[in-house]
Nanobody
Framework: QVQLVESGGGLVQPGGSLRLSCAASRSIFYMGWYRQAPGKQRELVAR???????NYADSVKGRFTISRDNAKNTVYLQMNSLKPEDTAVYYC??????????WGQGTQVTVSS
């Protein structure tokens, strides 16, 4: 079993920045972030493997950066140039290929003036 503890959500104005963090209770192969806006399906935002390979949703490329500190079992999501359409609950996600993933409790990100 892996526990994921998220932090860093909040309210920010359009064009602003936020950094999300997610700490895992032990090392794990991939870590990443999904988000779910009201009335929409949960979608992948970004993911990073223990080796540093990353992938991003097209909608966040060039604005968001995912990084990872393997020594701390922690993943970070630096979100810049935030837009109102980035408003969602952001969920940390972690796991191994072909296995059921683990999920965090979610953290609200609201982009509004």
């Amino acid at each position: 079993q892996v526990q994921l503890v998220e932090s860093g959500g909040g309210l920010v104005q359009p064009g602003g920045s936020l950094r999300l963090s997610c700490a895992a209770s032990r090392s794990i192969f991939y870590m990443g972030w999904y988000r779910q806006a009201p009335g929409k399906q949960r979608e992948l935002v970004a993911r990073i493997t223990s080796g540093g390979s990353t992938n991003y949703a097209d909608s966040v490329k060039g604005r968001f950066t995912i990084s990872r500190d393997n020594a701390k079992n922690t993943v970070y999501l630096q979100m810049n140039s935030l837009k109102p359409e980035d408003t969602a609950v952001y969920y940390c996600n972690a796991g191994y290929p072909f296995e059921i993933p683990y999920w965090g409790q979610g953290t609200q990100v609201t982009v509004s003036s």
